[in-house]
């Protein structure tokens, strides 16, 4: 079964701590993964996929097959971070995306 | 604005009533999804078609529930005979499939349905 899944509903921390949103998932075959964002009356927007390897906002996932996760992480987590994150996959080829539930990131100043 | 609208932004209606959104993507994008959002949860894939052609609908998509995308270009979702566990945020985003790589998927504001 393909399946996301996003274990925690609410992460919350202070400003300056470090920051890990795990994601596991299920997929026969070679995924793409994907974690995207969405802030406070926003549309979802892409934050970073697996591909291209790159930090975004200070935000790094690595993807790894064995453990079947793509967690995302910050060393220092800043206020303008809080919004609702959701990790997501396709297939290599694209298509539709699998959600998780989302992680909704609070961080208190 | 060149980003992906809905229209409307927000819709109430009664129980058996008939309801359509209109996606309007990115000009070029040459795919264009239909997800579906609930309280609490990540949007549930519902259909997607590139160019003209759909090619995928989801086990979710009830016979009530159609989508078309006639030239191309923007798309219709219409669910026939509303239910109240229609009532969700419905949304559109729209992708340039090339270079041998899964495509970015853009998103709408997205539809906000309530069925009384």
């Known amino acids: 079964a393909q399946r996301v899944t996003q274990p925690e509903k609410l992460l919350s921390v202070f400003k300056g701590a470090p920051v890990e949103l795990k994601c596991n998932y299920s997929?026969?075959?070679?995924?793409?993964l994907f974690w995207y964002v969405q802030y406070s009356r926003q549309r979802l927007q892409l934050l970073l996929r697996?591909?291209s390897r790159e930090s975004i906002k200070g935000f790094t996932a690595d993807l790894n097959k064995g453990e079947t996760s793509f967690h995302l992480k910050k060393p220092f987590a800043q206020e303008e971070d809080s919004a609702m994150y959701y990790c997501?996959?396709?297939?290599?080829?694209?298509?539709?995306?699998?959600f998780g539930q989302g992680t909704e990131l609070s961080v208190k100043p | 604005d060149t980003g992906v609208s809905q229209n409307p932004r927000h819709k109430i209606t009664k129980r058996g009533q008939n309801v359509t959104f209109r996606c309007d993507p990115i000009?070029?994008?040459?795919?264009l999804y239909w997800y579906r959002q609930t309280l609490g949860q990540g949007p549930e894939f519902l259909t997607y078609?590139?160019?003209?052609?759909?090619?995928?609908k989801s086990r979710l998509l009830s016979d009530r529930f159609s989508a078309e995308r006639p030239k191309g270009s923007f798309s219709t979702l219409e669910i026939q005979r509303t239910e109240q566990g229609d009532s969700a945020m419905y949304l559109c985003a729209s992708s340039l499939l090339g270079g041998g790589a899964a495509d970015t998927q853009y998103f709408g504001p997205g539809t906000r349905l309530t069925v009384l």
């Open positions: 000009s070029e994008h040459n795919r």
């Open positions: 997501a996959l396709s297939g290599y080829q694209g298509g539709k995306l699998i």
């Open positions: 997929y026969s075959g070679s995924p793409e």
């Open positions: 697996h591909i």
């Open positions: 078609f590139q160019n003209e052609a759909q090619l995928e």
